[in-house]
């Protein structure tokens, strides 16, 4: 069974410029996350989807990240327009029931604005 | 604001000696404390799991122990070898008024492991 990928797995921008990144969840996971960790930080959860709806955004930074999970199948998370401090590794993981301890993550996108 | 934290940031051991990691939580509310390794270029992986109403569980090779009293957490590794060199992560769930559907990591504690 494939496990959670992301793509792409390194991107280099300039600030101002737009990014998306790209999450494949395991096949019948409705639950998918987004977490991040910036320099030297914890790992941060972003939000929270059940299938396509958002079930939690809590943790989203500002209104320059937007994701979306249309189709309940992959999700995009697009940082528009990128700061240096949105610099940091984004992390999706899946799980198959809310609330689960288990939650299996990709190996994430490391981001890096200049 | 609630958070899981970390007493030492690296810790070093004889490949063979038993490792000890700890954590500290602060929020009371949580329904469950996790343990999470990281190696290098890969995503988190959970480890072991222990629920709020429980002090200790066993798994291969490791116990996850929990003192609420003093609202401290440790993951406990026999044996030590060099593939459990990693970045390990304590974690809780939200609990009630943080979302059960969230993870709270604390910063990670890298664990090196030598022959």
């Known amino acids: 069974e494939a496990g959670v990928t992301q793509f792409p797995s390194h991107s280099v921008i300039e600030k101002g410029q737009t990014v998306t990144l790209r999450c494949d969840p395991i096949s019948g996971h409705d639950n998918l996350y987004w977490y991040r960790r910036v320099m030297g930080k914890e790992i941060k959860f972003l939000l929270h989807?059940?299938?396509?709806?958002?079930?939690?955004e809590s943790g989203m930074p500002n209104n320059r990240f937007l994701a979306e999970r249309t189709g309940g199948t992959y999700s995009t998370l697009k940082v528009q327009p990128a700061e240096l401090e949105d610099s940091g590794v984004y992390f999706c993981a899946s799980s198959l029931q809310q609330g689960s301890t288990e939650a299996f993550f990709g190996q994430g996108t490391r981001l890096t604005v200049v | 604001g609630e958070s899981v934290g970390l007493h030492l940031p690296t810790l070093s051991v004889q490949e063979g000696d038993n490792s000890i990691i700890n954590c500290a939580y602060s929020?009371?509310?949580?329904?469950?404390f996790i343990w999470y390794k990281q190696e290098s270029g890969k995503g988190p992986q959970f480890i072991i799991d222990i629920r709020s109403n429980m002090d200790k569980r066993q798994g291969q090779r490791v116990t996850v122990l929990l003192n609420k009293t003093v609202k401290h957490l440790s993951l406990q590794i026999a044996a030590t070898q060099p593939g459990d060199s990693a970045v390990y992560f304590c974690?809780?769930?939200?609990?009630?008024?943080?979302?059960?559907?969230?993870?709270?990591f604390g910063a990670g504690t890298r664990l090196a492991v030598h022959p």
């Open positions: 974690a809780e769930t939200g609990g009630l008024s943080g979302g059960y559907n969230k993870l709270i």
């Open positions: 929020n009371s509310a949580s329904d469950y």
């Open positions: 989807f059940v299938k396509e709806s958002k079930q939690d």
